[in-house]
Every structure is written in structure tokens, then in C-alpha cells.
């Protein structure tokens, strides 16, 4: 144990861990916040889809040599998310077949960009790396911690500010349209919200794995809270927990971030149902 402890101690002397962990945490904590309004939406199914037009995005980022693949990123997965959330009532095509269409031409399109202009030699395991997460979040820069710490307080400030809204449109969407709230608006700010997160946590988790982080913390807390306040703060703090946890495991055990920390995430869900079935809320 007091190795372990030491062992520990040693890690954080250095900046690239303490770097993992700021970020790690964040965007565990903007997710986990999000999560639940995304679940009770319903809209579970797009951070899935989004996460695919990331990963095509973050090809074409990486091949035309951008310096942080954020800069590319960031817009094409907000635009894809304004494309698919923005109302389409007399649309021919329904707005799930548009996901489908969209995740799964990005997919394709950037394991095809990778196939033909990359210069690894390791084309399989980059696209591994890119899906399911690596210790990319070990090479983070100070200037990478920043932008991320700013988007985050960004999209923490947003959801504060608008909590009675975003409350009301998760609850009763119709009676909030009928009071005169635009609620089209303030689902396109979720949309909006969402794809930060997942292009974010890419870093983290990889591109298939950053739906889980969002969904499962959510999850968990609606198994034995009953409030959308008491879900949220519990989901967050769950979700803070996992991530450290995840991220302790992997650099002391040498596994895979992403999937480290959407284990943690799944055995927390799990210990979750078991204390909601054992306090009659499951």
C-alpha cells in the first residue's frame, strides 16, 4: 500500500500527469452535467453519432498538419449537431436516418483519409488510438490544458445560467413551448453543448467510448435519486470519482485510458442499480 502510495506521489511530480488529471476531471465533470438532461431527452443516440463526425473531422485535422486538431474539430461536430438538432418537421428524411447517414459516412470517410494519406506505418493502431482512447492525455501541453480548462468553465457557466430553462425543455417540452419559450433554441444550445463535450473527451476516451462517459454516470445516479438537482450533482460527483480512478489504474497498471475509465464507469453503474434495488428506487 505505501508503495502504491509513492508510487503515486512520484507520478504527480510531474506536469504532463498533473495536466491529465485537470483535464480528465473537467471534462468528466461537463459530461456527467450534461448527461442527465441528454438521457432524459432521449438524445442519447446522438452523442454516439457525433462522436463518428469527430473522428472525421480529427483525420482531416491530423493530415493537413493543424497544430491542435481542436481548431477543426470543434466546428464541424457543433455544425453537425446544429445540422441534425434543428427542426425539420416537413424533412423527408427523419432525424435519426440523417445520424445514421452522417456517423456513418464520417467513420468511413476518415479510416479511408487515414488509409491513403497517412505516413505511419501504423495505420490500424492510429485508428485504434483515435477510437478508443490513448495516453495522448499524457501529452497534453499547458496551452492544450488552458483551452480546454476554458471551454469547460465556458460550458459550465452556460448550463448554470440556463438550468431553469434547460429544465423545463427536459421536462415538459410542449407546456414550455406553450408559455412562449423558444424551445428549439435552447435544444440547439444542448446540441451545442453536447458536441463540445464529446470532441473534448475524445482526448480522454476516444471517439466511441465518449458516449459512454456522458450516458452511464446519468445513469447511475437515476438509479437511486429522484430529482433532476439530486441526479445532476450526484452524477457529477460520480463521474469526478471514475475518471481519477480510471486514470490512476491505467498509469499505474499501463491499460488503455479510455477504456480504463469506461470500465470504472460500468462497475459503478452497476453498483448503483444494486443500492437502488436495495433502497426500493431501482
Known amino acids: 500500500m505505501s508503495s502504491t502510495l509513492g508510487l503515486i506521489?512520484?507520478?504527480?511530480?510531474?506536469?504532463?500527469?498533473?495536466?491529465?488529471?485537470?483535464?480528465?476531471?473537467?471534462i468528466a465533470l461537463c459530461a456527467a452535467m450534461v448527461g442527465v438532461t441528454l438521457v432524459l431527452k432521449r438524445y442519447s443516440f446522438i452523442g454516439d453519432g457525433l462522436s463518428h463526425v469527430a473522428f472525421g473531422a480529427m483525420t482531416i485535422g491530423t493530415i493537413?498538419?493543424?497544430?491542435?486538431?481542436?481548431?477543426?474539430?470543434?466546428?464541424?461536430?457543433?455544425?453537425?449537431?446544429?445540422?441534425?438538432?434543428?427542426?425539420?418537421?416537413?424533412?423527408?428524411?427523419?432525424?435519426?436516418?440523417?445520424l445514421a447517414i452522417l456517423?456513418?459516412?464520417?467513420?468511413?470517410?476518415?479510416?479511408?483519409?487515414?488509409?491513403?494519406?497517412?505516413?505511419?506505418?501504423?495505420?490500424?493502431?492510429?485508428?485504434?488510438?483515435?477510437?478508443?482512447?490513448?495516453t495522448s492525455i499524457l501529452t497534453l501541453t499547458s496551452q492544450d490544458v488552458v483551452l480546454c480548462l476554458t471551454i469547460s468553465v465556458?460550458?459550465?457557466i452556460a448550463f448554470i445560467f440556463l438550468y431553469n430553462r434547460l429544465f423545463a425543455v427536459t421536462f415538459d417540452e410542449e407546456y414550455t413551448k406553450a408559455t412562449g419559450t423558444k424551445t428549439d433554441t435552447y435544444n440547439l444550445i444542448i446540441a451545442i453543448i453536447i458536441a463540445v463535450i464529446i470532441v473534448l473527451g475524445m482526448n480522454l476516451v476516444g471517439s466511441?467510448?465518449?458516449?459512454?462517459?456522458?450516458?452511464?454516470?446519468?445513469?447511475?445516479a437515476m438509479c437511486v435519486f429522484g430529482s433532476f438537482k439530486s441526479v445532476t450533482i450526484c452524477s457529477v460527483i460520480i463521474s469526478i470519482v471514475a475518471a481519477l480512478t480510471g486514470m490512476f489504474i491505467s498509469i499505474l497498471g499501463g491499460t488503455p485510458v479510455g477504456a480504463t475509465i469506461v470500465t470504472v464507469d460500468a462497475a459503478m453503474y452497476l453498483v448503483f442499480i444494486i443500492i437502488g434495488k436495495a433502497t426500493a428506487r431501482g
Open 64 to 98: 493537413l498538419h493543424i497544430s491542435s486538431n481542436l481548431y477543426i474539430t470543434l466546428p464541424v461536430t457543433v455544425l453537425a449537431a446544429v445540422i441534425l438538432l434543428r427542426s425539420n418537421r416537413n424533412s423527408k428524411v427523419m432525424g435519426d436516418a440523417k
Open 154 to 156: 465556458l460550458v459550465i
Open 208 to 220: 466511441l467510448l465518449i458516449s459512454a462517459l456522458i450516458i452511464f454516470l446519468a445513469l447511475s
Open 103 to 134: 456517423s456513418v459516412v464520417s467513420l468511413a470517410f476518415g479510416y479511408l483519409l487515414m488509409n491513403v494519406f497517412s505516413a505511419s506505418a501504423n495505420v490500424s493502431g492510429d485508428v485504434c488510438t483515435t477510437l478508443f482512447g490513448s
Open 9 to 26: 506521489r512520484m507520478y504527480l511530480s510531474h506536469d504532463f500527469v498533473v495536466y491529465a488529471l485537470i483535464v480528465g476531471v473537467s
